[in-house]
């Protein structure tokens, strides 16, 4: 069984910085795509950010390109999303997914979701 934990989420002024962090047990995490999708009440969820554990390729979403950063540790099968010069607008909820045998991520394909974390982020 597959499990995600995620955690670093909480309240920050804007201009400030939190990590995320993705904690995946009983994965192929070798073999995977791992991503940050965030949602807020009222709309659509968005994906933010995603990398593919097999070759190190990373994506990430037009609103956080330049701002979000998103790394893997393979050793500790985590995966981390560092988050610099937030913004009023990124105030959500972040779920981290897991697609496994895969290189991308989709946003209606990944097999497993954690928990959300909630960021706030005061202005």
């Known amino acids: 069984d597959v499990q995600l934990q995620a955690s670093g989420g909480g309240l920050v002024q804007a201009g400030g910085s939190l990590r995320l962090s993705c904690a995946t047990l009983?994965?192929?995490?070798?073999?995977?795509?791992i991503g940050w999708f965030r949602r807020v009440p009222g709309k659509e969820r968005e994906k933010v950010s995603c990398i593919s554990s097999r070759d190190g390729k990373t994506s990430y979403a037009d609103s956080v390109k330049g701002r979000f950063t998103i790394s893997s540790d393979n050793a500790k099968n985590t995966v981390n999303l560092q988050m610099n010069n937030l913004k009023p607008e990124d105030t959500a909820v972040y779920y981290c997914a897991v697609r496994q045998w895969a290189t991308s991520c989709l946003d209606d394909g990944m097999d497993y979701w954690g928990k959300g974390t909630l960021v706030t982020v005061s202005s």
């Open positions: 009983g994965s192929t995490f070798d073999d995977s795509a």
